[in-house]
């Protein structure tokens, strides 16, 4: 459950890591950053810092506040509590935690209404389009006919159940967000997907990743027929993405050289969604950094008018280069990255 942004860095200090603390786990929340927002960067990213520290003795257990339970203090451990928070850019309506975000209301502000918009899992399907696709050039037809047939299906059952809410509390159907969003099942990797396109010359986040996520990206944007919502763009997170993960290992291609970076995935974010996600940073990584990442990432989203968040995991006692040794069925491990 994603309680939404705060607004206030004060509360971004304050609140979030109480928010992530709570047992057993099911929160999640974020913190609003505008381009050259200062106050917000330095907010969230002591917020981080605070996350990233948490221990098991620091987690309450919800029926008596006196007493800590160690089970449930597994979503905390090690820094894997920003698993459940993230500084986001430009959102308005997000499906998908820990950026999670409603718009205001559109019916009679004097009545209870709720919305809803639906979030995809579609790694397996993305390989299967693009591999069909087999280059940049046959991405927008394959994505607007075999994509847009799987949707509309969902999304008039969406529209339906909406349909059946009464005056009294309506409902509101949001949109469906495209996004190409990978899962840990095997043949569920986005970047092993583009990998498939010819003008992906290697691995991915080389030459030709970029104009491959351009590509992609504005299919996903502009499908007829379906109510698009959200980032509606390429994810990339690092610990949610096997090939991602691997590429970010020291050595894994030709070379530190060619390793995944912070840069390699800021830069593809300039054409797509979602940002920064899910990249173990070192566990002492300076204020100062996390503030200038956290700016370079609200920048972008505040130029293209886009949405993008930032969720990193300072490692704790962790260097670049090491081997991250979370335990979460929700991601796999990879290398520390440098910031």
């Given at each position: 459950c994603s309680l939404g942004p705060s607004t206030n860095p004060v509360h971004t200090t304050d609140i979030c890591p109480l928010v992530i603390s709570m047992h057993p786990g099911r929160f999640s929340c974020s913190a609003n950053i505008d381009a050259?927002?200062?106050?917000?960067?330095?907010?969230?990213?002591?917020?981080?810092?605070?996350?990233?520290?948490?221990?098991?003795?620091?987690?309450?257990?919800?029926?008596?506040?006196?007493?800590?339970t160690n089970a449930a203090a597994s979503h905390v451990e090690g820094g894997l509590g920003n698993f459940r928070f993230c500084a986001?850019?430009?959102?308005?309506?997000?499906?998908?935690?820990?950026?999670?975000?409603?718009?205001?209301?559109?019916?009679?502000?004097?009545?209870?209404?709720?919305?809803?918009?639906?979030?995809?899992?579609?790694?397996?399907?993305?390989?299967?389009?693009?591999?069909?696709?087999?280059?940049?050039?046959?991405?927008?037809?394959?994505?607007?006919?075999?994509?847009?047939?799987?949707?509309?299906?969902?999304?008039?059952?969406?529209?339906?159940?909406?349909?059946?809410?009464?005056?009294?509390?309506?409902?509101?159907?949001?949109?469906?967000d495209t996004s190409l969003n990978p899962s840990l099942d095997e043949g569920g990797s986005v970047a092993d997907a583009i990998e498939c396109l010819e003008e992906v010359r290697g691995d991915f986040g080389g030459t030709g990743s970029l104009a491959?996520?351009?590509?992609?990206?504005?299919?996903?944007?502009?499908?007829?027929?379906?109510?698009?919502?959200?980032?509606?763009?390429?994810?990339?997170?690092?610990?949610?993405?096997?090939?991602?993960?691997?590429?970010?290992?020291?050595?894994?291609?030709?070379?530190d050289g060619d390793r995944l970076t912070i840069q390699k995935l800021l830069c593809i974010s300039s054409v797509c969604g979602v940002g920064i996600d899910t990249v173990p940073i070192p566990g002492d990584v300076t204020e100062d950094a996390l503030?200038?990442?956290?700016?370079?990432?609200?920048?972008?989203?505040?130029?293209?008018?886009?949405?993008?968040?930032?969720?990193?995991f300072?490692?704790?006692?962790?260097?670049?280069?090491?081997?991250?040794?979370f335990d979460s069925p929700y991601m796999c491990n990879s290398c520390i990255f440098e910031l």
């Open positions: 050259g927002d200062i106050d917000a960067a330095c907010a969230a990213a002591r917020c981080m810092h605070q996350i990233s520290s948490l221990r098991k003795e620091d987690v309450p257990n919800n029926n008596n506040p006196d007493v800590t986001a850019s430009c959102v308005e309506t997000v499906p998908f935690f820990p950026g999670a975000k409603a718009p205001p209301s559109s019916s009679d502000p004097n009545r209870d209404s709720f919305g809803f918009a639906i979030g995809l899992e579609n790694g397996g399907f993305a390989r299967h389009l693009l591999k069909e696709a087999s280059t940049i050039r046959n991405i927008k037809t394959i994505f607007d006919t075999k994509m847009r047939e799987e949707l509309l299906p969902i999304q008039e059952l969406c529209r339906k159940f909406a349909n059946t809410a009464t005056p009294e509390y309506p409902i509101e159907y949001l949109g469906i491959a996520a351009a590509a992609i990206t504005t299919s996903l944007q502009s499908m007829p027929d379906i109510l698009i919502t959200g980032y509606s763009g390429l994810m990339l997170p690092v610990l949610e993405d096997e090939r991602l993960a691997e590429l970010g290992n020291v050595g894994s291609s030709g070379g503030v200038s990442l956290l700016l370079d990432v609200a920048a972008l989203a505040g130029r293209w008018n886009k949405p993008l968040s930032c969720r990193v300072p490692v704790p006692g962790g260097s670049a280069g090491e081997e991250t040794t």
